[in-house]
């Protein structure tokens, strides 16, 4: 799926997108909280113009940026200037070592992503301290009311169940998820910063619940699930 720079900038600035990322970056700075920030490396897999990458480093991260589409690098680039490492290429087949960043981030890609598993299983091998998802919730209230049944791009995309993310990250990773919350349980009219609607979506809740979920996967100090023969790791001993 193809992007345009000025027209996913664009939805955040209508008032349901600005909510919206106001929402997202709290639930982003929820789940990250329990990691260590100063001197650590965190690498975000499809970027985009860059909207998360901001988040990150205000929270003291050194950040590194990687997207497949050249306009959004560019819009990237422009956004950070030399403030961020930013790389054209493909989540599937990262051109980084072995546990060359601290964490990484996929924050509403793997929707888009050819072929998520793969993408999810790389993001695991590059990052040496764990994982950060951000995925849209197809049991939500937002799916069913606003996107199911259009013809919409969002529409085409692939809409993860929480249990289905949960399957996804053990088989690619090894590893369970550690924490999950969400946020924006209503259905799009309702996301407003006053009133009953805000008392529902601006809460943190489970991760079912919201239509983005987050999800942290930490591989320090765990053991894996099962034997890993994409990629090698051994887990720290606490």
Not at 112 to 126: G, K, Q, S, T
Not at 129 to 144: C, R, T
Request: negative net charge; charged residues 20%.
């Amino acid at each position: 799926m193809s992007w345009d720079p000025d027209i996913y900038e664009a939805w955040f600035d209508t008032p349901e997108g600005r909510y919206a990322l106001d929402r997202e970056v709290l639930l982003l700075q929820e789940v990250l909280a329990g990691w260590p920030r100063r001197k650590r490396k965190i690498l975000e897999i499809g970027c985009g113009t860059g909207l998360f990458l901001e988040t990150l480093y205000q929270m003291g991260l050194d950040v590194t940026g990687m997207d497949r589409s050249p306009e959004m690098i560019a819009a990237a680039r422009k956004r950070f200037g030399n403030r961020a490492q930013l790389h054209l290429g493909h989540g599937e087949n990262m051109p980084f070592s072995d546990n060359e960043f601290d964490y990484a981030l996929l924050w509403s890609v793997l929707e888009f992503a050819d072929n998520p598993e793969a993408m999810l299983a790389e993001a695991a091998r590059v990052a040496e301290k764990g994982l950060l998802v951000g995925f849209l919730n197809k049991n939500s209230l937002y799916y069913y009311m606003n996107i199911r049944g259009t013809d919409s791009s969002m529409a085409g995309a692939h809409w993860f169940t929480w249990c289905e993310m949960q399957d996804l990250v053990r088989k690619a990773t090894g590893f369970a998820p550690t924490l999950a919350r969400s946020v924006l349980a209503g259905p799009m009219k309702t996301w407003k910063p006053t009133g009953l609607a805000n008392q529902l979506n601006a809460h943190l809740l489970p991760p079912a619940l919201g239509a983005f979920v987050a999800v942290r996967v930490d591989f320090a100090n765990m053991k894996p699930l099962t034997p890993l023969f994409a990629w090698k790791r051994e887990p720290e001993m606490g």
